[in-house]
C-alpha cells in the first residue's frame, strides 16, 4: 500500500498533475504551495455560480440553490456596505445558531474584504461581551435566543437580527453583483474562536489562503482515497448519488465552516442543516429523508447515533462517508462505523486539524484507517510535521513529544494577543500544537493534549490509550480519564465513565480488570466515577476536562 499511495501522490502533486506542488514566500518563508489556485474565498464563490439550480443549503423546508445564493450574498454585502460602512478589514460578528443566514452573512463578509469574527453560539452573556471586545465588530449579527442572552450589546453597536432584519436586508433594492473590492491571498477572512478550555478563548484568525488550502487539501485527499479505493478488492460497486452533507457541528466550529459551509460549496454539493438540540432520531430521519451520503458526528454524536436502538429502522444505505472528530476516535467507534457504512471501510476517515491549523494536517480513512486505527495519518502535501521534545529539539521515529506543524496555511495569529501568537507560531512559522504525539512509518499518532498527561511515580501517562480501552466495554458508552493529586506518586489516575444506554452500573473492579488486561499496571485507574449523565462537552465534541477535575463550571449554552 505505501508503494502505491506514493505512487498515487506523485500523479497527483507532481509535475503537471491537478495539485501541483511548487514553492513560494508566505508571509516571509519559503514554502511548498499548490501552484493552481483560487486567490480570494470570493474567487470561489463567483465559480460557484456554475451549479446553477443545484441545491446548497437545505434547512427543513427551506431550500436555497447555488444560483439564488449568491445573489442573496451579493444583496447581502451591498447592505452590508451601503447602511453599515463595512469594508475591507472590518469585522463582522456572526453569533446565531447554523440558520441560512449565518451562511450567507459569512460569504457577504469575505467577499467584501472584511472579516467574520464566529462568536461561539454556546457563550454565555460575558464571553460573548468579551468575545465582542476583542475582535471589535462594525456590526453584530445575531440570532434572537442570542440576543437576549446577551441582554444587551455594547452601545453604538448596530445590531441586525437574523429573524426579523435579515429579511429585509436581502430583499432591498434591485439585483446586485459582488463586491470588487481587492483581496490579497494572505489577508484575513475568519476568527474562530478557540475552545477556551483553559483561560479565555483566543481568536485564531485564518486567511483566504488558509481557508482555501482546506478546500484544496481535502479535494486532493478526497481524489486520492477514490483512486486507492479502486483497486480495494473489499470495496463494494455503490451506485454514484449526489453528494449531501448533515451538518450537526456548529458554524463557528471548522467542522461546520470550513468543511462544509466552503468546502461543499466548492463541490456543488447539497448541505442539509437543522436546529436545536442534538436529537439522534432526528438525525436518522434527516439523513434518511436527504439521501444524505456524508456526516461527520463529533464528539459523543456518531456514538449516540450509531449506537441507538432504533438505528435499524431507518434506510441509511445512501452513506458513503462517516466521520468523527473532536477527539481522537476509538477502535471501537470505527468499527461501529464500518458495521452502519454499507460500503464498510472505505467510509469511514478521520483528519487531524485545528483552528490554528486551518487546513487539515494529517488524514487517514479506508483500509489504512482499518490496518492503522490509531493513527490520524499521513501528513498532507504542502504540511510539514515534527516532534519536539520541552528543550525545542527534534525527536526521531517513535519518540513521543509535542507536535509541531508548518505549512502556509497556518492562522496568521491570535487576534488582538501578540503574546499568545509569539508562543504558539515559533521562527520559520512552526505552529506548537499543544498535542503530544508520535510518528511511525510516515504516519502520525496522537497520544493527548500536553495539559492532559497524567504524570504518576515520573511515569508519563497519556489518558486517551485508557479511554479507548474502557470504550471497548460493552457496558461503556464513553470515557474520560484525568490526574488526581496524590502526595507521594504526584498523580493517580482516575476514570469517569458513561455506562450504555440500558445497562446496569459497571463493576469499577470489573473495568480495572478490563484495563488490566491490555495496559501496564501503573495506567490501570485507582479512582472511579459512574455517572449517568453524558460527558461535558464543548461545542467542538472536546471534552471539558477543566469541569471533570473542578476547576471550572460548564457554562456553556446548548440550545
Known amino acids: 500500500m505505501q508503494e502505491r499511495y506514493e505512487e498515487i501522490q506523485g500523479q497527483l502533486t507532481g509535475p503537471g498533475g491537478p495539485f501541483e506542488i511548487g514553492e513560494e514566500n508566505v508571509l516571509g518563508e519559503r514554502m511548498a504551495v499548490f501552484k493552481r489556485r483560487m486567490r480570494s474565498l470570493r474567487e470561489l464563490l463567483a465559480a460557484s455560480e456554475a451549479h446553477g439550480a443545484a441545491e446548497y443549503i437545505v434547512l427543513d423546508d427551506r431550500r436555497i440553490r447555488y444560483d439564488q445564493h449568491v445573489q442573496l450574498v451579493a444583496r447581502a454585502a451591498r447592505e452590508l456596505r451601503e447602511r453599515y460602512g463595512v469594508g475591507p478589514g472590518d469585522r463582522v460578528a456572526i453569533l446565531a445558531e447554523n440558520h441560512p443566514e449565518w451562511i450567507i452573512a459569512f460569504w457577504a463578509t469575505v467577499s467584501s474584504g472584511a472579516i467574520v ?103 486532493l485527499s478526497g481524489l486520492r482515497s477514490m483512486m486507492l479505493a479502486a483497486e480495494d478488492q473489499a470495496s463494494k460497486p455503490l451506485e454514484r448519488l449526489a453528494t449531501a452533507s448533515l451538518v450537526t457541528v456548529p458554524l463557528f466550529h471548522m467542522s461546520g465552516l470550513y ?125 510539514q510535521v515534527e516532534i519536539r521534545d520541552p528543550d525545542g529539539h527534534k525527536l526521531g521515529e517513535g519518540e513521543k513529544g509535542e507536535i509541531f506543524v508548518r505549512g502556509p496555511f497556518t492562522m496568521l495569529g491570535y487576534w488582538g494577543d501578540r503574546e499568545a501568537t509569539a508562543r504558539a507560531i515559533l521562527p520559520g512559522r512552526w505552529l506548537a500544537t499543544g498535542d503530544v504525539g508520535t510518528r511511525r512509518d510516515g504516519r502520525l499518532y496522537i497520544d493527548s493534549r500536553a495539559r492532559d498527561m497524567i504524570l504518576r511515580a515520573a511515569e508519563n501517562i497519556y489518558p486517551v490509550e485508557i479511554e479507548h480501552r474502557l470504550e471497548e466495554h460493552p457496558q461503556v458508552t464513553e470515557a474520560a480519564v484525568i490526574g488526581v493529586d496524590h502526595p507521594e506518586l504526584g498523580q493517580e489516575v482516575k476514570a469517569i465513565v458513561v455506562p450504555a444506554s440500558g445497562a446496569p452500573d459497571p463493576d469499577p473492579a470489573d473495568l480495572a480488570a478490563w484495563v488490566g488486561e491490555r495496559l501496564a499496571p501503573y495506567k490501570v485507574p485507582a479512582h472511579w466515577e459512574i455517572r449517568r449523565e453524558p460527558l461535558p462537552r464543548n461545542a467542538a465534541g472536546k471534552v471539558l476536562k477543566t469541569v471533570l477535575r473542578g476547576e471550572t463550571e460548564n457554562a456553556f449554552v446548548e440550545e
Open 259 to 383: 468543511a462544509n459551509a466552503v468546502m461543499m460549496l466548492a463541490v456543488g454539493a447539497k448541505t442539509v442543516w437543522r436546529l436545536g438540540r442534538f436529537d439522534p432520531i432526528d438525525v436518522l430521519r434527516i439523513i434518511e429523508r436527504e439521501r444524505i451520503t456524508s456526516w461527520a458526528g463529533l464528539g459523543a454524536m456518531a456514538p449516540r447515533v450509531l449506537n441507538h436502538p432504533d438505528v435499524g429502522r431507518f434506510d441509511l444505505s445512501s452513506i458513503r462517508n462517516l466521520g468523527s472528530g473532536g477527539a481522537p476516535t476509538s477502535p471501537t467507534l470505527q468499527s461501529r462505523m464500518r458495521a452502519v457504512a454499507p460500503n464498510g471501510r472505505q467510509a469511514v476517515g478521520l483528519g487531524y486539524g485545528s483552528s490554528e491549523s486551518v487546513s487539515v494536517v494529517a488524514v487517514i480513512g479506508g483500509a489504512e484507517l482499518e490496518q492503522h486505527p490509531t493513527s490520524v495519518g499521513r501528513p498532507q502535501p504542502c504540511h
Open 117 to 219: 469574527g464566529a462568536l461561539n453560539g454556546w457563550w454565555t452573556a460575558d464571553e460573548i461581551r468579551y468575545g465582542l471586545e476583542l475582535s471589535r465588530p462594525k456590526v453584530l449579527i445575531a440570532d434572537r435566543k442570542r440576543l437576549a442572552r446577551l441582554d444587551a450589546p455594547p452601545r453604538g453597536l448596530p445590531v441586525i437580527e437574523i429573524e426579523s432584519d435579515f429579511p429585509s436586508l436581502l430583499a432591498s433594492g434591485p439585483a446586485a453583483a459582488l463586491p470588487d473590492v481587492p483581496i490579497a491571498e494572505d489577508d484575513p477572512a475568519v476568527i474562530l474562536f478557540t475552545s477556551g478550555t483553559t483561560g479565555r478563548p483566543k481568536g485564531a484568525t485564518g486567511s483566504h489562503r488558509g481557508i482555501l488550502g482546506f478546500v484544496q487539501g481535502s479535494m
